[in-house]
């Protein structure tokens, strides 16, 4: 009997609290715990897809701010993703019994390029549970097998996620690939934007912002199915004026005469060792991918957005971010005639310049 003249903890503190156990356990790559603790709370009655987004979800994204801050390296980031992907395996083992698949078939899979496959397999579990008979295809799935792969079957619908914003191209094309052949498609993940604003530029049918609000929606109704031929690249007319082709095609050229370049602008590169090198080139082929994809959308504030978060990311790391504006004013030397390049550049620089975001870096 319990004599406590405490309350019990409600639903939610409860989830914050199981959280809390398991990312104890992730931060330390103790799976066995991890594992442990999830088959506990699916024991004591937890509802599973509580489970998989209350708690999993939750502790993966305390995963992607903890690397974000420079709390947690490349490697540990990787393990306790890894940690976080068998705990969502084990709810799945756990719960697959219990439910039979009555409302139709959904495929689930990560655009081209992408390799954040979690978000992916935790909607797939959760349509699993709720009744979906689910395709889940994983990560990096070249738009040409995901279309193979729907001819074999009788997909009422795909669910497309990307959380990087330069796949937002390829996905572009998976979109349209889909509805080509008269599936529709819902998408979702952080590429597309603050309320799905890339979702309806690229022409998805629908789109969620998380794994719940995804199945809720599918539990309304199935989609509608496009016509078959369904076309979307002519909503994007300013793809005529080939700056992103360009761009894309000559990313490779563009990082190494701006690497070149760069140590004259800023002096205090010479100082730097080889590890830090390695890395001022790796960012830069990530400033002109998102230059490519901003291009691609003609949206400026994709790429300030990128580089206001490069700019933290840089300081977390105690790198100085004054390399960024010589670096931005490099490249758009290099594309002095795109004038949609030259134009998003210029508000690159800005957003990393202004007072605001000057308090900000000082806080980080």
Known sequence: MNTSTQP??????????????????????????????????LDEGTDPESVLLDVIARVQARVGEEWAAARMTVAQEHAATAINDRAVAAVSVHSAARVTATRGRITVA???GEWHGLPARLLA?????????VDYLGAQVPTRHLIAHLHGTRADAVALSSSIATRLPTAHAAITACQ????????????FGPEGVYAKTLGADAWAPDARTAADHLARGRLPRPEPDHQQFDDL??????????VDRNSDSLV???????????????????????????DLAHIVEFLATALYLDDEELFTGFITWTAQILVARGVPDRSLPPTLDL?????????????ILRAGTRSITTAPFTAARNIA
Request: charged content about 30%; hydrophobic content about 40%; proline content about 6%.
């Open 237 to 246: 007319p300013h793809l005529a004026d080939q700056e992103y082709t360009m």
């Open 125 to 133: 579990e959760v349509l699993k549970l709720r009744g979906w008979q």
């Open 8 to 41: 019990p903890p409600s639903r939610s503190e409860h989830a914050v609290r199981s959280a809390d156990l398991l990312w104890g356990a992730v931060s330390v790559s103790d799976e066995g715990a991890a594992t442990e603790l999830v088959l506990g709370l």
């Open 331 to 343: 490249l758009a030397r290099e594309l002095k005639d795109f004038p949609r390049a030259v134009r």
């Open 256 to 282: 190494r005469s701006v690497y070149t370049e760069l140590e004259d602008a800023f002096p205090g590169m010479r100082s730097y060792d080889d590890l830090q090198r390695e890395r001022t080139a790796e």
């Open 180 to 191: 080509a052949i008269g599936v529709p498609v819902l998408v979702g993940g952080a590429a």
């Open 110 to 112: 990560c655009v081209d």
